[in-house]
């Protein structure tokens, strides 16, 4: 099983930038295909970005955020990334990093992600 624990959310003007990050523990990090997901107030949790075990160019992006936000991972510190740039107020949530499957594929329904962790507030002023 793994543990993750997310950071580097915050205020940002719309624009800007920043970088989450989510670090993981209690497990082979390298096993498992990542995914960070958001969910703005009153609505549904939606997919943002999913990389594979391996990361390089193995990624999927929501059309929302492609060509603006890139997910990436570093196996040796067990941590995966999420720079997103260009960032909008409808950006504005509370994001999640999540680890799918161990040998799984790259998908974009939280259901085939069983570990979470406990978010992370970003919000981004217009």
């Known amino acids: 099983q793994v543990q993750l624990v997310e950071s580097g959310g915050g205020l940002v003007q719309a624009g800007g930038s920043l970088r989450l990050s989510c670090a993981a523990s209690g497990s082979i990090f390298s096993r498992y295909p990542m995914g960070w997901f958001r969910q703005a107030p009153g609505k549904e949790r939606d997919f943002v970005a999913a990389v594979s075990r391996s990361g390089g160019s193995s990624t999927y992006y929501a059309d929302s955020v492609k060509g603006r936000f890139t997910i990436s991972r570093d196996n040796a510190k067990n941590t995966v990334y999420l720079q997103m740039n260009s960032m909008k107020p409808e950006d504005t949530a509370v994001y999640y990093c999540?680890?799918?499957?161990?040998?799984?594929?790259?998908?974009?329904?939280?259901?085939?992600?069983?570990?979470w962790g406990q978010g992370t507030q970003v919000t981004v002023s217009s």
């Open positions: 999540a680890a799918g499957i161990i040998g799984s594929n790259l998908y974009s329904s939280s259901r085939h992600y069983p570990y």
